[in-house]
């Protein structure tokens, strides 16, 4: 033997010694099986007890029927060309009774000379405390309301999911190995109008290296449901970045935020929206005029008279007037226009890409509707409505959108003035 042959024999022993690994040389044509010192202190045995070395009955004594099957399974594809290479996770009865997982792997050294599998070599690992720690992580995982995962991105970008828990069936509608196998198939059912935000929030966490919080939709099987994703991120020795986090459904805090997003702006008798949603819609539509020269009408509405009416035939007749009136506005604005109750018996509404004079045409064909609107009061007493209103335009030289809404005030009063049931253009 070579002293170069020499120096790599010393070279794989002291391998082997360092990764603590099992080893064993089985001939699968005689049966005999030869292992080293670790192979059985593995299992809590010395290797004297293992004497004579001269068959596999040990091994097959040792490991767990169902896993047995599996083993066998697992030599018989290796065999037949189907794998690269036996591979396979089994459990050993310790000498003091309990189980031992193995990661038993192996592959052919020598065929005989018809080219059947001679001997067979291999290591076997002690995986015991990873495969314990494994399951205690899955049992956490399926008590928590969400997605367990880690997340990973290379140096070059590729993401990948290391490990993702069971909940990503409930979730996603995939399988862990799904989603271990290719991890796109996550990005893809969450929803396009939320996905650049998403894949931009994981690229500023990535960038500065805080926590990573989103909000999204994702789509499962037809229904779309809120997520929402927190993880914290890492750096490992390769360069690559970690996140390890949790997805939860917020639906039922999104249906919650929903009704009081609606609470806060919407008029509670009329159902319109209210004073708080039409200033912000003014915002909005005044900063449009300023920046592209778009044409905004606007009219504010007042009930005539409405004193006396609650006065002459009391508030819930009062109150009837304002709940006709909405319904009169729903059926006869578009769906483009912004309307609702301003305050009190005042109305405003924002007709986009219209001018003035086309706003006065469709709050006179409101008017007359209304007019011939009946109402009965508690009493039985008839009584009819009318209403005066104000009408402009969002003028691109208005400072604010006070100055607007000051003008619109200004033609309304003119209105009233001229004797009410009117409509004045400013």
Known sequence: ??????????????????????????????????INERWAEIVGYSLEEFQPQDSITHWRALVHPEDMLASDKAFENYFNGETQHYECKVRMRHKDGYWVWIHDRGKTATQTEDGKPEWVVGTHIDITTAHDTERLISRLARTIPGIVYVLKMLPDGELNFPYVSEKTMEFYGLTPEEVRSDPASVFNIIHPDDLPGLMESIAHSKNTMTTWQYEYRAETKGKMSWLYGVATPEVDEDGATIWYGMVTNIDKQKTLENKLLNLSITDELTGLHNRRFILAELEDKFNLVKRYGESVAVALIDIDNFKSINDSFGHPAGDKVLKAFAKIMRSRLRETDVYGRFGGEEFFIIFPNQLSENALNSVNAI??????QSFVSQTGQLFNATFSAGITEINA?????????????NALYSAKAQGKNKLVTA
């Open 1 to 34: 033997m070579t002293p170069s042959t020499n120096h790599r024999i010393e070279r794989l022993e002291a391998i082997i010694e360092g990764t603590r690994a099992g080893t064993w040389e089985w001939n699968v044509q005689t049966g005999q099986n030869i």
């Open 367 to 372: 008017l007359e509707r209304f007019r011939t």
């Open 397 to 409: 030289k208005d400072k604010d959108i006070s100055e607007l809404v000051s003008r619109v005030d």
